[in-house]
């Protein structure tokens, strides 16, 4: 049964700062991996999707790498703004007929 | 499109009572899912379908929650009777299957509270 786990749970940096979100996943055998941004008491807003094939994916200040075979991706985020805070989650896919598997997320705090 | 659509936004209702939460998925998508998330237990799945039809329903807590697809453009999830410990948000996704760079859409969810 695929696991998928994200250190750290919470993060507070100072606004600028560069910073990196871990997940890691269980079984190697991923279909794809999704990061979402959940605003409090708001839905998920999908950031990046890495297809398994893939070694990385980037979007603005976003980077998301995947690591198959260590079972890990990162989120690097440049330069980083109030704006970002926010509740950052990893989902996997292990196949195209079976539902994501999430993290419990990082919350993460910007402060100006 | 306008994304995944989830009604009611707000549901509080009390102990015992039946709840109905609804969801229209994105035109063309062919899987649905429906997630609870707490803070204790983050999301989880409770049941998906593809085609209309569920495929896996395990998540489900007991019997007490029931989903349905009627149609490719609608389902809904309900509890009968509702009890304190089913207050959670529930999302529901959609996606595209058979294909890696398919990405799941998720509505802006349904925060249930039972007092």
């Known amino acids: 049964k695929q696991e998928v786990t994200q250190i750290p749970a919470a993060l507070s940096v100072p606004e600028g700062e560069n910073l990196v979100l871990n997940c890691s996943f269980t079984d190697s055998a991923i279909y794809n991996l999704q990061w979402f941004r959940q605003d409090p008491g708001k839905g998920l807003t999908s950031l990046l999707l890495i297809q398994s094939s893939q070694r990385e994916q980037t979007s603005g200040r976003l980077n998301a790498s995947l690591d198959k075979s260590s079972g890990r991706s990162t989120l690097y985020i440049a330069a980083s703004q109030p704006g970002d805070s926010a509740t950052y989650l990893c989902a996997v896919r292990n196949s195209g007929n079976t539902p994501l598997v999430f993290g419990k997320g990082t919350r993460l705090s910007v402060i100006a | 499109d306008a994304g995944v659509i989830q009604s009611p936004r707000h549901e509080v209702t009390e102990m015992g009572q039946e709840v109905t939460l609804r969801c229209k998925p994105i035109s063309g998508h062919d899987y649905l899912f429906w997630y609870r998330q707490t803070m204790m237990r983050g999301l989880e799945l409770l049941i998906y379908?593809?085609?209309?039809?569920?495929?896996?329903d395990s998540g489900m807590p007991e019997d007490r929650f029931s989903a349905k697809m009627p149609n490719a453009s609608f389902s809904t999830l309900k509890i009968q009777p509702s009890e304190p410990r089913d207050s959670a948000v529930y999302f529901c996704a959609s996606s595209l299957g058979h294909w890696e760079g398919t990405e799941a859409f998720f509505g802006q969810g349904t925060r249930l509270t039972v007092v």
């Open positions: 379908f593809n085609n209309n039809v569920p495929i896996d």
